[in-house]
């Protein structure tokens, strides 16, 4: 039988496992699997081809029974989507194409009555250019005491016709725009980090930090559990803003402190962030996407009197390779037990290629892929990954369609990529729509139980196969394979708590660990090995053996043992 699916009927139904309601769950972050859904990708409820809150709330149910702990909602703030709604024009309003306030407020406290936290972006670094603020300080030309609550400068040369420093933006090309004055004349250029139509705020202004304090207020006095803070390093910039001195300078992002990245300056606002949140009951959080040099700069924003949670992407960058994941495992959990925080660990976002997809590729191309590879050999892979990423202490995050062992979409047309970046030439590779491509659901339909009226993004041919609905109730299925991880996590005690492992002896290429009663060992080379049996196997991501004194492990596999 298929690992990844299989011809069987699904079942119609399933038992509900016993789930702990929002307020029975104490320090529920620390070991939590947080799953994170993009709303444009995951349930479309009205058949417009977009995914909406309406559509995620219809799948609520589905998530509880997979047993995840809380959901992470990427945004769905208004605004144009010029960078697929990271452009918020008002914080405080749910686009259209999502809903409203009312279906916002119906699905947390469905997500509540599930016993499932919510936790929804924000997006504090920059705004939309039609944010009200933004297009009131170019209505009012130079002078206007609004320009100041974002970056505007006057330009260089002789009539101002260069940027004013030479930082370059995430998307490529000058990370500064010129505006046109009200009276049509060239001026004054703004800062952006990234698209044009995302200006950044200046953190310095007063009025700034005030209205953020008030943003988070609306939202936690709506129900929310926690904020997932997009580019949480990037708030604060060096003083004066000064020249970095290189070009391609995309190279030395996550490996030196940029003038316009992790400044020391940004803790101070986490700190009064956290002076709010703390004012709520119900353990409410903060999870920082934070790019940083080491991973002992990020512990820096998970400070206890700071944020509770930091993504950790040094662990999501490693190859599949026993001596660089136990390296990077044992830097997190150092750099993290000082501080006292959990370590995260994560293996795909809506920002990079699908694991499935690079390990199916050689080691070495980075996080952003545009081959699909080996297929059979990725899914293999993404599958061992995953457990060896769920046995470890501290909280993990899932990204919708992981658990189906979904692989990129890496052969979409030009004529129907949405990524701001792949329009901007020398930036990010610009290939993020691969991973964004809408989750099927079932294993007919026009856009495979999406919705009504096909996909914002084609999906390929044969997505059906690797549904919910092919998947469910397959033993060895990918899909039953998450489900059966997360139960036994949530029903042992050594799994998720804690904050170290007890390394054991293993061949070359294998990683083997003990956390109490449990053991997991992942062989993370091309050929099987022999392993000792540490007990009784709990699970496994492809087909261990008895052999001759010990247990014979597949290549690429990774097995769960309990020695009780």
Same mark, same amino acid.
């Given at each position: ?160 016709? $260069?940027?004013?420093?030479?930082? @370059?933006? =995430? *998307?490529?090309?000058? &990370? %500064? !725009?010129?505006?046109? /004055? ?94 709010? $949140?703390?004012?709520?009951?119900? @353990?409410? =959080? *903060?999870?920082?996407? &934070? %790019? !940083?040099?080491?991973? /002992? ?94 046995? $470890? ?172």
């Amino acid at each position: 039988m298929s690992q990844q699916h299989s011809a069987a009927p699904a079942p119609t139904t399933r038992p509900v496992p016993a789930v702990a309601t929002v307020a029975q769950r104490g320090d529920w972050w620390r070991d939590a699997v947080i799953y994170q859904v993009y709303p444009r990708s995951f349930a479309d409820s009205n058949g417009d081809g977009m995914g909406d809150l309406e559509g995620v709330r219809s799948r609520l149910p589905y998530l509880r029974d997979l047993g995840v702990d809380a959901v992470w909602l990427s945004p769905f703030y208004a605004s144009p989507q010029a960078d697929a709604g990271y452009d918020v024009a008002d914080y405080r309003a749910v686009d259209p194409m999502f809903g409203n306030l009312l279906d916002a407020d119906a699905l947390i406290r469905d997500a509540h009555g599930l016993g499932l936290r919510i936790i929804v972006d924000l997006v504090p670094n920059h705004s939309s250019d039609q944010h009200e603020w933004f297009k009131r300080a170019l209505a009012e030309g130079p002078g206007s005491a609004l320009r100041d609550r974002y970056h505007f400068r006057p330009g260089k040369g002789a009539g101002g016709e $260069l940027p004013p420093n030479d930082w @370059e933006s =995430i *998307f490529g090309g000058p &990370a %500064w !725009t010129r505006v046109t /004055e009200p009276d049509g004349t060239p001026g004054e250029w703004y800062l952006h980090l990234f698209a044009p139509e995302q200006p950044d705020f200046n953190w310095e202004h007063p009025a700034v930090g005030d209205e953020f304090r008030s943003i988070l207020r609306f939202w936690l006095d709506m129900g929310v559990d926690g904020f997932r803070i997009d580019v949480a390093h990037g708030l604060v910039k060096a003083e004066g803003l000064p020249d970095l001195g290189s070009h391609d300078q995309l190279k030395l992002l996550g490996n030196d402190v940029m003038p316009f990245f992790d400044q020391d300056g940004v803790h101070e606002v986490y700190r009064q962030w956290r002076l709010v $949140l703390d004012e709520y009951a119900g @353990e409410r =959080i *903060f999870v920082a996407e &934070a %790019w !940083t040099p080491t991973v /002992e700069r990020t512990a820096n924003y998970v400070r206890p009197d700071e944020l509770h949670q930091a993504f950790n992407f040094q662990y999501l960058a490693t190859e599949w390779d026993a001596k660089e994941l136990r390296q990077v495992v044992d830097r997190t959990l150092e750099a993290m037990r000082p501080v006292g925080a959990p370590a995260t660990w994560v293996l795909s976002n809506h920002d990079v290629t699908r694991h499935a997809t690079r390990f199916a590729n050689p080691p070495g191309l980075g996080t952003q892929i545009r081959t699909a590879g080996d297929r059979a050999l990725g899914l293999r892979r993404a599958r061992a990954a995953s457990l060896l990423m769920l046995a $470890l202490p501290g909280s993990a995050y899932v990204y919708q369609g992981e658990e189906l062992g979904l692989p990129d979409v890496v052969d979409l047309p030009d004529e129907v990529r949405q990524d701001p970046a792949y329009f901007r030439g020398a930036g990010q590779d610009g290939f993020r729509d691969g991973c964004r491509v809408p989750i099927p659901w079932t294993r007919e339909g026009s856009s495979y139980g999406f919705g009504g009226g096909g996909s914002w993004l084609p999906q390929p041919e044969g997505w059906g196969e690797l549904s919910i609905e092919a998947q469910q109730g397959v033993p060895g299925s990918t899909l039953e394979l998450y489900r059966s991880a997360l139960a036994l996590r949530r029903s042992r005690p050594d799994l998720g708590a804690g904050d170290s492992v007890e390394w054991l002896r293993a061949p070359e290429g294998v990683l083997a660990f003990r956390r109490g009663e449990f053991v997991c060992v992942a062989n993370t080379t091309g050929e099987p090995v022999t392993i000792p049996s540490y007990g009784r196997v709990l699970l496994a991501s492809g087909e261990p053996a008895e052999a001759d004194g010990g247990t014979r492990l597949p290549a690429d596999t990774t097995v769960w043992f309990t020695t009780a």
